[in-house]
T-cell receptor, first 114, second 111 residues
């Protein structure tokens, strides 16, 4: 099992460019989410999905779009990159969103916006 | 509301013990603990549900005090492999769809 796969691992963008961070899981997980990690801030939730066709906003959704057309994939789109979006992005999934379900994290994408 | 973790950083010698605390200003339903090594993804340690249970995982255990709205992670007889940043994630609704993570505790274990 591959688990949660994120691509790319590293990306450099110029301000105003758009791009999509890919996330795929092969565990038939219902719940998927995107977090950003900044120094001293911990992990902050951007968007999440509880199933195909269902998405919702987290704590810091501005500047990002998501969609979930299949159970396996949950891409994160940066519409017009800004330097404030320089961060490490993690995709995470769990079997369900019940309180006792653990999260499986991808290996992360380090994004720099110049 | 981000939970507050303390201490922010701790340095230990191999074999010493450590306690990491996670406090919330809101009533907790569950607390999740994860460990992240530098440059890697966070890895699950344990989940505690309200009810004040204590859990153990090798020499790492945790408690959950519902009244005080806090959880503590106990690392006993620390090993070099315990080094990393520990995060608690709190859930207030009974659904982990919007876990809120603390800013982390950096643990360094020296030989």
């Amino acid at each position: 099992n591959a688990g949660v796969t994120q691509t790319p691992k590293f990306q450099v963008l110029k301000t105003g460019q758009s791009m999509t961070l890919q996330c795929a899981q092969d565990m038939n997980h219902e719940y998927m989410s995107w977090y950003r990690q900044d120094p001293g801030m911990g992990l902050r939730l951007i968007h999440y999905s509880v199933g195909a066709g269902i998405t919702d906003q987290g704590e810091v959704p501005n500047g990002y779009n998501v969609s979930r057309s299949t159970t396996e994939d949950f891409p994160l789109r940066l519409l017009s990159a800004a330097p404030s979006q320089t961060s490490v992005y993690f995709c995470a999934s769990s079997y369900s969103m019940r309180a006792n379900e653990k999260l499986f994290f991808g290996s992360g994408t380090q994004l720099s916006v110049l | 509301q981000q939970p507050v973790q303390s201490p922010q950083a701790v340095i230990l010698r191999e074999g010493e013990d450590a306690v990491i605390n996670c406090s919330s200003s809101k009533a907790l339903y569950s607390v999740h603990w994860y460990r992240q090594k530098h440059g890697e993804a966070p890895v699950f340690l344990m989940i505690l549900l309200k009810g004040g249970e204590q859990k153990g995982h090798d020499k790492i255990s945790a408690s959950f005090n519902e009244k005080k709205q806090q959880s503590s992670l106990y690392l006993t007889a620390s090993q070099l492999s315990y080094s990393g940043t520990y995060f608690c994630g709190t859930d207030h609704s009974g659904s982990a769809r919007q876990l809120t993570f603390g800013s982390g505790t950096q643990l360094t274990v020296l030989p």
